[in-house]
């Protein structure tokens, strides 16, 4: 039951870096209404009137939100420690076959390396928004543009590998309930 718990918050952990993005809306030559996730894409005589939207951990610095998580990680896994250390009859659970492999403790350092990448792409996010900010020549719009390519591309890798080690949990996860 720990390792489903476990999973289930990787999951709810990784998955906010898959819709990290900020969309815009503006009217076209003809009138339509069109929607965009790029700035650029967005007429010159319209972005000034783009707001940003934004939620209560928005106005938090990225310590302030890494801090954050940490306390709420740490809440539940002092509720797991607590669930895990008795059933309901009050005895140790010894349902849990133990891994001998070292495997688990593989899956929890890349886990780990994972929400480190996360966070460092969650900050060049930020540098990149305020580059974006700054870009009012061609010059800097080139700048920004191949930055931000080479973000989108270390995302996409990011997501891929999150997808792959979110797979290696599950297989690990099962292997383990069948009797590993």
Known sequence: MRRIIVFIVLILFLLPLCSIAEFYRYKD??????????????????RAEQRKYSEADDLLTPEQKAKKRLQDNEKQDLSEKEKDSENSNGKKDKSAVPDKSGKLDELNKITQQLAQERNDLVKERE??????????????????????????EKSNDYAK?????????KAFQDQQKNGG
């Open 29 to 46: 030559e003809n009138g339509v209404l069109r929607f965009t996730d790029n700035i650029m894409d967005v007429p010159e005589n319209q």
């Open 127 to 152: 540098a990149l928004e305020k580059l974006r900010e700054q870009a009012n020549t061609k010059s800097k719009k080139d700048k920004y543009n191949e930055s931000a390519k080479r973000y989108n």
């Open 161 to 169: 590998r999150t997808e792959e080690h979110t797979k290696n949990i």
